[in-house]
C-alpha cells in the first residue's frame, strides 16, 4: 500500500500549486480521502476531505474558498488545487486515505 505525494514547492504569496497524491495497494475508490498539514512547531491540520464518489467535500475555515480537493477513480489519485496562498499556508502537506498515510510534501509561501 502507498499514497505518494508530489506537487509541493516553494511559492510567493497569492500564488498557485496543485498537489497530487497517487493510491496503489488497495481499492481507492472505495474511501474517502483527505489532505491534512503541520506547520512546524503545531498539531496536524485537516485541510480538506472528499467523499469515495467525490460527490461531497469539506473545507477547514481557514482554505475554504481558496482550496479545492478533487479525485480520479481511475487514476486513484487525490489533487489538492491551492490558490491565493498566505505565508500561513507553509506547511508539510499530507494525504490520508482509509488508514495509510503518505510521506508528506513540503509547501513554503514565502516573498
Known amino acids: 500500500v502507498q499514497l505518494v505525494e508530489s506537487g509541493g514547492g516553494l511559492v510567493q504569496p497569492g500564488g498557485s500549486l496543485r498537489l497530487s497524491c497517487a493510491a496503489s495497494?488497495?481499492?481507492?475508490?472505495?474511501?474517502?480521502a483527505s489532505w491534512y498539514r503541520q506547520a512546524p512547531g503545531k498539531e496536524r491540520e485537516l485541510v480538506a476531505v472528499?467523499?469515495?464518489?467525490?460527490?461531497?467535500?469539506q473545507y477547514a475555515d481557514s482554505v475554504k474558498g481558496r482550496f479545492t480537493i478533487s479525485r480520479d477513480n481511475v487514476k486513484n489519485t487525490v489533487s489538492l488545487q491551492m490558490n491565493s496562498l498566505k505565508p500561513e499556508d507553509t506547511a508539510v502537506y499530507y494525504c490520508t486515505s482509509r488508514k495509510y498515510w503518505g510521506q508528506g510534501t513540503q509547501v513554503t509561501v514565502s516573498s
Open positions: 495497494g488497495f481499492t481507492f475508490s472505495n474511501y474517502g
Open positions: 472528499i467523499t469515495s464518489t467525490g460527490a461531497f467535500t
